[in-house]
T-cell receptor, first 115, second 116 residues
């Protein structure tokens, strides 16, 4: 049973560049949420996608955008990278947008380093 | 805005002993969920235990149990018979109940070490 798959596992980018992170949800799940976890901190909610639309958004600038595809997989895009964007990016999938009720399954994350 | 506070950055326990991790939260809502997640070095967040605020009975999952004090807005995790595999970061999290408000609000975490 495939869980949540994220790619790549590690990534190094230069300030000002753009990056795309990918997430395949657990089989049977239709909702994807993205979190940013800075070093030594708890994860912070970026946004959630359900039915190919952004349903909720946390306190993140417009440089952070996303997409969900018909097969429920998702992408997180970050433009004009800043040093402060260096973090572990976690993807979580669930069945339905009320994910705290149905339960979240997390991936192992993508470690992004901006130099 | 809801907040979650974990006041213990690090904790240590001897193998087979019991340890309690603390968590407090702030919310004006009456219905919500509380969670404890474990994050080992593999980085994947693993759900340890979940508590619905409307339930007075404390949740239990094998060696893991919680002490939920709704009036005090306190939600501690007790790990009994600690094992080496319990060593990890532990995060307390809050989520508003119902609707589409499924996002989790996490604390900063507690690093648990288990000594053999």
């Amino acid at each position: 049973d495939a869980g949540v798959t994220q790619s790549p596992t590690h990534l190094i980018k230069t300030r000002g560049q753009q990056v795309t992170l990918r997430c395949s949800p657990k089989s049977g799940h239709d909702t994807v949420s993205w979190y940013q976890q800075a070093l030594g901190q708890g994860p912070q909610f970026i946004f959630q996608y359900y039915e190919e639309e952004e349903r909720q958004r946390g306190n993140f600038p417009d440089r952070f955008s996303g997409h969900q595809f018909p097969n429920y997989s998702s992408e997180l895009n970050v433009n004009a990278l800043l040093l402060g964007d260096s973090a572990l990016y976690l993807c979580a999938s669930s069945l339905g947008p009320a994910s705290s009720i149905s339960g979240n399954t997390f991936g192992s994350g993508t470690r992004l380093t901006v130099v | 805005a809801q907040t979650v506070t974990q006041s213990q950055p690090e904790m240590s326990v001897q193998e087979a002993e019991t340890v309690t991790l603390s968590c407090t939260y702030d919310t004006s809502e009456s219905d919500y969920y509380l969670f404890w997640y474990k994050q080992p070095p593999s980085r994947q967040m693993i759900l340890v235990i979940r508590q619905e605020a409307y339930k007075q009975q404390n949740a239990t999952e094998n060696r893991f149990s919680v002490n939920f004090q709704k009036a005090a807005k306190s939600f501690s995790l007790k790990i009994s018979d600690s094992q080496l595999g319990d060593a990890a970061m532990y995060f307390c999290a809050y989520s508003q109940y119902g609707g589409s408000q499924g996002n989790l609000i996490f604390g900063k975490g507690t690093k648990l070490s288990v000594k053999p």
